[in-house]
């Protein structure tokens, strides 16, 4: 058996498949550069079919990712597969990923299907897809609750139509490490020319064992396991990327396979996809949370300053926890400030873009003594994530707070060039900005989540604020950075209505 575990990221389909996760083109992109910096084996970019939007995306990552492979989710019917053949079609190496129900209860109530056609429609989708690429993978969708038997046969039939991986997902979350094991296992040892593929495991998070399950999949002879960064994805998530290749690293005295993650890239993936998504990773989360690596309790701190592997299994370095590392200063030039951005892989499409990020770094630089290279992440990010252009753009805002008296917030905007201002009254100095932002653009949103997160540590740290937006069905995330949070507030709430306003961001998945 391989000693090479394949690691198949879904963030940018399964991931985006989180209420309110769905991201503009040039947000999966960013992303899927980050992955292929990471060393992701398979980038799963999208789902073809779904809507031109995500087929858009993914061609456009099959334009510029050359290190992973690219593949697109499609159903087993004729127009998906050829909606996923076209959109991988510019990749170097391209892959279709085709699935079907196999379980009574999806076949019955869902389907409508008889198990004979199930089998053909898969046998199908499977040819179909060869005649996009050699690389096609086949998914028995709930096979947590499908038949052994089934099973058995739809596998046997797809690998003799041609498919090379082979997918049993654990569609709900249902099952529990001994029993998946097993019945990988199981297959393994059943489904005639099972040593010709490869065998995958995808598994979803509702009883908070998606990665286990992976993990005792692969002990049972699975060699790739599709995953998310955070644990993203539908309902509960999916299996973390970092939890099981840090598993598998850490224990490789029981795990007989490696990846080729470079493990340093996890927690700058981390925290892209947070910021880009929205979606705050919990402290206490493994690997990636804030306290993955704090010491609290006395005994522990003492025991890791005599000898750190007294309680540390990883190291936090090797995760790509950097101890903040002090970049440039209000002294640094644009050519040392765009060596920094180089040595980050940041590229800026433009020398006008370079010119617009220094003067908001010198900006900044007159803010906040240390600039660390978290906060040149996020100054460039105003820049390039979005790309939205600016219908609505602050021109200056005031916001005044004061024990006993109701806060109040001014702003001045630029709507389509032309510049308006108000002032309005709220419960925080936040609340009372986002009305006086409303008093004039008056956008009939809902405003479904406000975040904010410190960038680095400290009282002049730069704040990231997310703010999630709902309209008529659509939903946006707006993201802003600043030393002052009640700017930043501004700036993401602005950066959220110019998303809706240029309609960049795509339809969730399964609408
Ligand atoms: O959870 C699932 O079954 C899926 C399939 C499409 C692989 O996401
Ligand atoms: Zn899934």
């Not at 680095?456 to 995330?477: F, I, M």
């Amino acid at each position: 058996m391989s000693d090479k575990l394949i690691i198949f990221d879904t963030t940018l389909r399964d991931g985006e498949q989180s209420p309110g996760a769905s991201m503009t083109k040039e947000e999966k992109l960013r992303i899927a550069r980050q992955l292929e910096k990471l060393g992701v084996d398979v980038i799963e970019a999208g789902f073809a079919a779904a809507s031109p939007g995500d087929a858009e995306a993914i061609r456009s990552i099959a334009q510029v990712v050359e290190h992973s492979t690219v593949c697109s989710l499609a159903r087993a019917n004729e127009k998906d597969v050829r909606a996923a053949g076209e959109a991988i079609k510019p990749a170097r190496s391209g892959r279709i990923h085709t699935f079907i129900a196999t379980s009574p209860i999806h076949m019955e109530k869902k389907l409508r299907m008889a198990p004979d056609e199930v089998v053909e429609r898969a046998v199908a989708a499977v040819k179909l897809a060869l005649e996009y690429t050699d690389d096609v993978e086949f998914s028995a969708e709930d096979a947590v609750r499908s038949e052994m038997d089934f099973l058995v046969r739809i596998f046997d039939a797809v690998i003799q139509a041609g498919a090379t991986t082979l997918n049993v997902p654990d569609t709900v979350g249902y099952s529990i490490p001994a029993l998946w094991g097993e019945r990988i296992r199981q297959l393994i040892e059943r489904v005639p020319g099972s040593d010709k593929v490869i065998w995958s495991t995808h598994c979803h998070n509702d009883l908070g064992m998606a990665s286990a399950n992976s993990l005792a999949a692969v002990m049972n002879g699975a060699r790739q396991v599709e995953c998310t960064i955070n644990g993203l994805g539908e309902r509960a998530g999916n299996a973390s990327l970092e939890e099981v290749v840090m598993a598998v690293k850490t224990r490789r005295d029981v795990f007989a396979c490696d990846t080729r993650i470079d493990t340093t890239q996890i927690v700058p993936t981390s925290k892209l996809v947070s910021s880009i998504t929205g979606y705050p990773v919990q402290p206490n989360k493994a690997i990636v949370g804030a306290n993955a690596f704090a010491h609290e309790s006395g005994i522990h701190q003492d025991g890791v300053l005599k000898h750190r592997e007294t309680y540390e299994i990883m190291r936090a370095e090797d995760v790509g926890w950097a101890t903040n590392k002090l970049t440039l200063g209000k002294l640094s030039g644009r050519n040392a400030f765009r060596t920094r951005l180089q040595e980050l892989d940041i590229v800026l499409e433009s020398e006008e873009a370079l010119n617009a990020a220094f003067a908001r770094f010198k900006d900044l630089a007159d803010r906040k003594s240390e600039i660390f290279d978290e906060d040149l992440q996020a100054l460039v990010n105003e820049e390039v994530v979005t790309n939205v252009s600016e219908h609505y753009r602050l021109v200056s805002m005031r916001a005044h707070s004061e024990t006993g008296e109701l806060p109040m917030a001014s702003v001045v905007l630029s709507v389509g060039g032309k510049e308006h201002s108000a002032e309005a009254q709220g419960g925080g100095p936040v609340d009372a900005t986002f009305k006086a932002i409303e008093q004039v653009v008056r956008s009939d949103t809902e405003l479904l989540l406000y975040s904010v997160n410190n960038i680095t540590s400290g009282t002049d740290a730069q704040g990231e604020v997310t703010v999630r937006l709902s309209k008529g069905g659509r939903v946006v995330n707006g993201q802003g950075a600043d030393t002052d949070i009640v700017v930043a507030s501004a700036k993401a709430y602005l950066n959220a209505l110019n998303k809706l306003h240029s309609g960049s961001e795509r339809a969730h998945p399964q609408v």
